[in-house]
């Protein structure tokens, strides 16, 4: 059945923007990750790309996570002597994060997140009329 | 008496049935309001479905009759809204305002059978 359908689809939408907070969780968290001795890379930032898919178990198209990638922009340097991964000119490389990009992005999940669920509970709300029509 | 060949239950059916395929369309587009490259899709318009298929336009059995009224313009295409940069053109407010116009397109229909089904319980007394 086409809503039956719809409410997997939804499911899957709310899925993916799970997946895309959780790698906005891991990217604030990890803002502040550096290396511990010179050399070492600090924290990369994570990206989620998305594709539409065909599920067969729905049969449907819906949408999957295609990539959780990493950042390959460049890492900030800031100047800290004391800090054990300070290269001899007492700079340290600092993650790629920049948080007010990430919270922009948490908004934008958000936003996508209660888009589905609205559209699972109108489609609920219409399956449960359709079965009221028995009565 | 076969029910679906009441024209009103036949017509609620094929209605129901093109709500729920809309329905679906419109969460596809929903679920990819973050995929690259998607453009949203939708059903044509049901007057216009209904039309194709089978002789519901009204007949006009005397030239004094008005001439059955046309689809309003511009009904049906598809929508050519801005698109991102990543090719995607999902706009969610007017998807979710699509997904509110579906509802109440399917309150309406099973109000109207349920009421249609009421009078068949008048006719026969129970």
């Known amino acids: 059945m086409d809503l039956q359908k719809a409410l997997s689809i939804s499911a899957r939408g709310m899925n993916v923007q ?3 907070l959780r790698v906005i969780a891991e990217n604030l968290a990890n803002q502040d990750t550096t290396g511990t001795s010179p050399g070492t890379q600090p924290y990369r ?3 989620v790309t998305f594709a539409n898919a065909v599920d067969k178990s729905v049969g449907a198209e819906t949408v999957k996570v295609k990539k959780v990638g990493r950042d390959m922009g460049e890492l900030p340097l800031r100047f800290d002597p004391g800090h054990p991964a300070a290269d001899e ?3 340290v490389r600092v993650p790629n994060v920049n948080s007010f990009v990430e919270v922009m992005d948490l908004k934008e999940a958000q936003r996508s997140y209660s888009a589905n669920l609205n559209v699972l509970q109108v489609s609920r709300g219409m399956i449960s009329r359709t079965i009221e029509m028995l009565r | 008496m076969d029910p ?6 036949d017509l609620a059916d094929r209605r129901l049935s093109w709500i729920g395929q809309r329905q679906q369309l419109l969460s596809q587009n929903i679920a990819n309001a973050d995929t690259p490259g ?4 939708d059903l044509k318009p049901f007057a216009e479905h209904l039309a194709r298929g089978t002789g519901m336009a009204p007949a006009r059995t005397d030239p004094g009759h008005i001439a059955p009224t046309r689809p309003p313009a511009g009904a049906g ?3 050519t ?3 991102a940069p990543d090719g995607n053109s999902v706009s969610l407010d007017v998807e979710l305002a ?3 116009d579906t509802e109440s397109a399917h309150s309406l229909v099973t109000g109207i059978y349920q009421k249609y089904l009421a009078m068949f319980r008048t006719a026969s007394g129970r």
Request: a positive charge; zero cysteines; proline letters at 4%.
């Open chain 2, 38 to 41: 998607w453009r949203t899709h």
């Open chain 2, 81 to 83: 809204g801005e698109r």
């Open chain 2, 77 to 79: 295409k598809a929508q």
């Open chain 2, 98 to 100: 699509k997904v509110a």
């Open chain 1, 18 to 20: 799970t997946t895309r």
């Open chain 1, 89 to 91: 000119r007492g700079y």
């Open chain 2, 4 to 9: 679906s060949r009441i024209p009103l239950f």
């Open chain 1, 45 to 47: 930032r994570k990206t």
